[in-house]
């Protein structure tokens, strides 16, 4: 968004206006259209050179869509999974993960577009994961090498995510309960083998 137009002037109107254009993309997005600056401006009402005085392009607003979701917090994550042994908590890492990425499925396969056709390498994806899993083995004593701790976040990662998502339903034709099962079990499979499995 463009920081500079939101700030100065009438604050409360362009406020309103703001809220129209992210709201008129989440409903877009709920009915699976793709967004477009022009369907996103005829939907809130208000002309296209305006959704260009807040955002420059589709993908600084699909960034701002998703940073307006209820993303995971890690402490929340952490306070939620107290007592819980390693196994457990991985895997409630892993289920936050991926009830958020189905709540907000549309919204997250546009940021993930967004993300993928981007050259800003600023645009990143999967960081708060990969975060949450670093602070759980900082927090909590694995009997792995640091190395392989690095790998088993990475590959957790790869379970818990928008991208997995994409995977089970679109290639494999998962439902999101028979999707959420397999990749649940997956990690289980895999913290078995890792002997994280208590």
Request: positive net charge.
């Amino acid at each position: 968004m463009k920081e500079k137009h939101i700030t100065s002037g009438r604050k409360k109107q362009k406020q309103n206006t703001r809220d129209k254009i992210l709201e008129a993309s989440r409903q877009l997005l709920e009915k699976k259209v793709t967004l477009t600056m022009e369907n996103v401006a005829e939907k809130a009402g208000i002309s296209r050179a305006t959704v260009y005085r807040y955002y420059t392009n589709i993908d600084s607003l699909s960034m701002d869509l998703i940073l307006q979701l209820d993303v995971p917090n890690p402490e929340t994550i952490f306070s939620n999974n107290e007592g819980a042994s390693h196994k457990d908590a991985i895997l409630g890492i892993q289920k936050v993960y991926l009830d958020f990425s189905l709540r907000n499925e549309q919204t997250s396969r546009q940021f993930l577009a967004a993300v993928l056709a981007s050259s800003n390498p600023n645009m990143r994806r999967g960081k708060n994961r990969i975060n949450t899993l670093k602070e759980h083995f900082k927090s909590n004593k694995v009997d792995l090498s640091e190395e392989d701790k690095e790998k088993l976040v990475h590959l957790s990662v790869l379970l818990m995510g928008i991208e997995s998502i994409i995977t089970a339903k679109d290639v494999c034709g998962l439902d999101n309960r028979t999707a959420t099962d397999t990749l649940s079990w997956g990690l289980q499979m895999i913290l078995k083998g890792c002997g994280v499995d208590k």
